[in-house]
């Protein structure tokens, strides 16, 4: 979720080629037909009916390219990397963040320790544990027991996102620059110590490992900052509709509160649509962590889509504070504005 207070980066990047770069991962079958996914979220690549340009006082913002009908599907999003939570990673598939197990029928695959881990890892399909390869092959070349157990005993999401966008990086899936075009979060000085721990971490897990120096040479505490300052704000907590917690949580020891997710990711274009606590769009997950893109209601030509950040049940007061200490921002919405 990005806030967009900033025009900084449109100077220096044209909106048409930011337009562009947005598009990949998405795709749209046009109005309410939701598309058939495969491991990459959806095999239509027409354009979705948006455009990403300047808003009047948020920096860029989302707008429908033609009338969208309420309940329509606007697009899907895959992620560019997603994270199941810790104590959920044996229920759900490690890839693509899907239910494992559900239905009596619904097999899925176990994949024995490799390499430097004793650790068992979960797939819904072959597909995922093919797609998985991009991270999965450089992860199971260290001994992750000392960073997952600092994640799991400081209940630490973010550096799980990290860890796998590095990885990807090593393996050539991304280039280490790949989050560079979303919002950062501002940091403050108390903020840098815990970062430079989890760095130091990350750091001594690969490097021990028979990882090389040059495929390293990206893995700067600079670059761990900036690439989770920048998570920190456009992560999504992946919540699946329709689905029993109680089952899910059954066997876990984690607080339904601190875990009602089956994990975060992290995606490029729902990170371009700004809040709104009255908003007439949302995302949902159904199936996985591939994102779905929904109207609320019916939306003319040319009107900025919006989300909503935080559960907009809150109070005015309440809203405000959520807004100013998670993204840094007031919140001007009408409904704000109206003291609702
Ligand atoms: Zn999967
Ligand atoms: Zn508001």
């Known amino acids: 979720m990005v806030r967009s207070l900033s025009f900084r980066r449109c100077t220096s990047l044209s909106l048409r080629r930011l337009n562009i770069l947005l598009y990949r991962g998405v795709s749209t079958t046009g109005n309410s037909t939701v598309p ?5 979220g959806g095999i239509t690549r027409s354009p979705p009916p948006i455009r990403v340009a300047l808003t009047e006082s948020a920096g860029r913002g989302v707008f429908a390219t033609r009338r969208i009908g309420s309940g329509d599907l606007i697009h899907t999003a895959a992620p560019v990397v997603a994270h199941p939570s810790i104590s959920l990673r044996h229920k759900v598939c ?13 097999a899925y ?47 630490l999401k973010y550096p799980l996102l990290v860890k796998r966008l590095a990885c990807m990086v090593i393996s050539g899936a991304l280039p280490a620059n790949q989050l560079d075009i979303l919002q950062p979060e501002k940091l403050t000085s108390e903020m840098i110590p815990a970062m430079e721990e989890e760095f130091g971490l990350l750091w001594s897990t690969l490097t021990e490992s028979c990882i090389s120096n040059e495929q390293m040479a990206f893995l700067t ?45 992290v995606y490029m274009l729902p990170s371009f649509y700004n809040h709104d606590c009255d908003p007439n769009a949302h995302i949902v997950w159904t199936e996985n962590a591939n994102a779905r893109m929904k ?46």
């Open 36 to 40: 058939p996914e495969g491991s990459n």
């Open 94 to 106: 490690y890839f693509c963040l899907k239910q494992l197990g559900i239905d009596r029928n619904s």
């Open 109 to 155: 695959i176990q994949e024995e320790p490799t390499g430097n881990t004793n650790q068992r890892f979960h797939f819904c399909s072959e597909d995922c544990r093919e797609s998985s390869k991009v991270f999965h092959e450089v992860e199971c070349q260290a001994d992750w027991s000392v960073y997952d157990e600092y994640c799991r005993s400081h209940q």
């Open 221 to 265: 505490k600079q670059w761990y900052i900036s690439i989770l300052a920048r998570i920190r704000i456009n992560a999504f907590r992946v919540e699946l509709v329709g689905m029993s917690y109680e089952d899910l949580l059954s066997s876990a020891a984690a607080s339904v509160e601190a875990e009602a997710a089956v994990g975060n990711a």
């Open 295 to 340: 109207a609320l209601r019916d939306i003319p030509e040319g009107e900025e889509l919006r989300i909503c950040y935080i559960d907009a049940s809150m109070d005015r007061d309440a809203r405000q504070a959520r807004l100013l200490e998670g993204f840094g921002f007031r919140c001007n919405c009408l409904r704000c504005v109206s003291g609702d």
